[in-house]
């Protein structure tokens, strides 16, 4: 079910009965629809709708009067006053949202640019101070009770970025974060999308993406289609099956 307190309301029909009154609303993240309206039964008209398109179970045809064309097109536009937040949403917005869960799926055995892996490269510690930011950031989703879970799918032997991540791996679990490792050769069979996501609430899903040389590329997915999160719900959950907690899982 959507999360209401991430929607952004459009408008709703003057002419209706206040309480049961057709209404536009929009996923600030994904630009998404949402329309409140009475659900056609009459099978005549449904009859017509199916000459164009099937009408999967999980759908209905809902009716809206004329009169909220306009709100609709300031939808799609984005013409509307009441908004969430200022442009693209950031890891903490996103985060402070959340009310259950968040997790991450990374599939790389390289992440760049990577000022840490760098200076344990060169024989330094590995570790970038950032002033206790991320620990900040999950422990307080952890003490509002999100549980923040991140599965790593590596290549074995694992790559030198892996090693270093695995050894400061320990900074995300003092956070409050649980880890797990699934060696690739052990995820065969589980449908994996195309990059990497952050998934909050089994609601919203943002996909992130890297170019070939594994740099992080600034643009992102957003989808609350819920046919398309609860098949990233069931990739993830599989992937965390089969992944080897932190504490179990040996680098070397």
């Not at 009154?21 to 309206?37: H, K, M, R, S």
């Not at 039964?41 to 179970?57: K, N």
């Not at 959340?98 to 990577?114: I, K, N």
């Not at 909050?200 to 819920?226: A, C, I, K």
């Amino acid at each position: 079910m959507p999360d209401f307190r991430a929607l952004d309301f459009v408008g709703q029909d003057p002419d209706s009965d206040k309480e049961y009154c057709p209404a536009v609303f929009v996923d600030p993240n994904t630009g998404d629809l949402l329309i409140q309206g009475r659900v056609i039964t009459d099978p005549g008209v449904l009859v017509m709708v199916r000459e164009h398109g099937a009408i999967a179970d999980d759908e209905a045809v809902v009716w809206l009067p004329a009169s909220m064309k306009q709100m609709i097109l300031d939808a799609v536009g984005r013409d509307y006053d009441e908004r969430h937040g200022h442009g693209q949403p950031t890891f903490a917005d996103l985060l402070a949202r959340a009310t259950r869960s968040a997790v991450h799926l990374e599939m790389r055995d390289f992440y760049g640019p990577s000022p840490g892996f760098e200076d344990w490269k060169a024989g330094g510690s590995g570790r970038i101070d950032d002033g206790g930011r991320w620990e900040r950031l999950i422990g307080d989703a952890v003490a509002r009770g999100v549980r923040v879970r991140r599965v790593r799918i590596v290549s074995e032997p694992v790559s030198d970025y892996i090693r270093w991540e695995y050894m400061v791996s320990d900074e995300n679990i003092r956070a409050g974060e649980e880890i797990r490792w699934l060696p690739r050769r052990q995820a065969s069979g589980i449908m994996l999308p195309h990059s990497d996501f952050w998934m909050y609430d089994q609601r919203l899903v943002v996909f992130n993406f890297n170019d070939g040389h594994g740099n992080h590329v600034p643009e992102f997915e957003y989808t609350s289609d819920p046919r398309r999160v609860s098949q990233i719900v069931a990739t993830f959950e599989q992937a965390w099956e089969r992944a080897i907690p932190h504490e179990r899982y040996k680098v070397d």
